[in-house]
């Protein structure tokens, strides 16, 4: 119907124009009256008379009026009757289009439907308000512009107790290249913020507790895991790239043993979930449509495949940290700055498929996620997407064996990297 309308409109704008620019210059040029080949199209005294009329004797005013009608009185007559032409046409057009039968979308059946099936954003506004931002800060760094301590990299966690205990990662709020520089700024989406004290971590279980100091603050209700079935609903809040307070949604795709991810020593039931995880969900809750906490944003490892620590591990943690503190807990160790990840033969496969560049001669190794600015890592040619296939001669299977050549005082780390097609031998002096 659309099209037909500005059919319609553009036939009464080009058509008058159209025939005035082709049927006037036509006329000019006596195309209408006489052909050019010897045989005469319309042989009769009228028409040799006007084609030798400029031959004719004539007054030189008289003459020009007469050209001057010649040339330009046929052009405006065109154009008259090419628009009673046109009103015609549209005139019919009119009638055929009110002879077809309106076309109208049928709402009757969607009434409602947001209500009924709103259950995503039921679970996110009951939820959102115990989400929080988490901000690592250094005190030593000063941003000139405000005054305050430069950011040095955020995450997520929620509030279980309402005396201001919250769950999150240790990655999220440990930095051993800050140590005792780091500062936590906590945020709510009300938009209220508190200063952040690591109480408990669990660099095994990669689980940590911050304490804020506040009362009557909204929880999250901690639910089971072990109930859990593949194809469960789920939703993920977090703070991705520090947009706070972001929900993406999914489905729990499978149960999986830390040992299928390469993570020999964690002892970890993972769940694998599509709900997309980004830099920065890290420490967020996922939850079920009850609006309980079912785990904790862990790891991406592919859009559409991604990793939380089940709430039951967490309550095991919790149970169990009352007595232990973040400042006993960090140990000594050598540091290169990277965040890294084991992947085995199906996720390569999948890598592959979706990175086209990806070399065939990469079976196992460990990905590197991420890499901290100004770091051992940065400085000796690490990037983020790189793939670590060999250590100091030795062929990496697991994450285990880089955090193993650490271990190894005073020695620097020859990595074997993968980048795309490229094989890149890297070495790294990791800060005592």
């Known amino acids: 119907m659309n099209f037909l309308r500005k059919l319609r409109t553009l036939d009464l704008n080009v ?174 989406v009300d938009g209220r913020t508190f200063e952040g004290n690591v109480e408990c971590t669990d660099t095994l279980s990669d689980l940590a507790t911050v304490r804020i100091s506040g009362s009557n603050l909204p929880t999250l209700q901690l639910g089971h895991s072990s109930s859990l079935k593949p194809g469960e609903w789920v939703v993920a809040l977090g703070s991705p790239l520090a947009l706070s307070n972001t929900v993406t949604c999914g489905i729990i795709s499978a149960h999986r043993k830390s040992e299928e991810l390469g993570l020999m020593k964690k002892q970890i039931v993972y769940l694998q979930t599509d709900a997309s995880i980004n830099q920065g969900n890290s420490g967020g809750p996922l939850l079920n449509l009850d609006g309980e906490a079912i785990g904790i944003n862990s790891m991406k490892i592919l859009p559409g495949i991604s990793f939380a620590i089940p709430i039951d591990h967490a309550r095991n943690f919790l149970q169990t940290s009352t007595g232990q503190k973040y400042a006993q807990s960090s140990k000594s160790s050598r540091y290169i700055g990277i965040t890294m990840m084991t992947i085995t033969e199906p996720m390569i496969a999948e890598l592959r498929r979706r990175q086209l560049s990806l070399s065939e001669k990469v079976r196992e190794g460990v990905l590197v996620w991420k890499v901290v600015p100004h770091s051992p890592g940065e400085s000796g040619g690490l990037h983020p997407g790189d793939i670590i296939t060999h250590v100091n001669g030795v062929e990496v299977k697991s994450s285990v064996q880089i955090y193993e050549a650490l271990a190894e005082k005073g020695k620097p780390l020859d990595l074997v990297v993968y980048r795309g097609q490229k094989e890149l031998k890297i070495l790294v002096k990791p800060d005592e």
């Open 15 to 188: 058509t008058p124009i159209c025939l005035t620019l082709f049927v006037g210059p036509i006329r000019c040029r006596k195309q209408w009256f006489y052909s050019k080949s010897p045989k005469r199209r319309f042989p009769n005294a009228t028409l040799n008379r006007f084609r030798n009329f400029e031959s004719e004797d004539l007054p030189h005013s008289r003459r020009d009026k007469t050209l001057l009608a010649r040339r330009f009185v046929p052009g405006f007559l065109i154009i008259c009757a090419s628009g009673l032409i046109a009103q015609k046409i549209q005139y019919f057009k009119e009638k055929f289009l009110s002879l077809l039968p309106p076309v109208l979308a049928d709402y009757s059946n969607l009434t409602g439907r947001r209500t009924e099936y709103g259950f995503i954003a039921d679970v996110a506004n009951v939820s959102a308000p115990a989400v929080v931002y988490i901000e690592i800060r250094d005190k030593k760094r000063i941003d000139y512009y405000t005054g305050q301590p430069t950011p040095i990299s955020n995450g997520s966690g929620f509030v279980i107790e309402p005396n201001g205990l919250i769950l999150t990662n240790a990655h999220v709020v440990i930095d051993n290249n800050l140590k005792n520089n780091m500062s936590i700024l906590i945020k709510f």
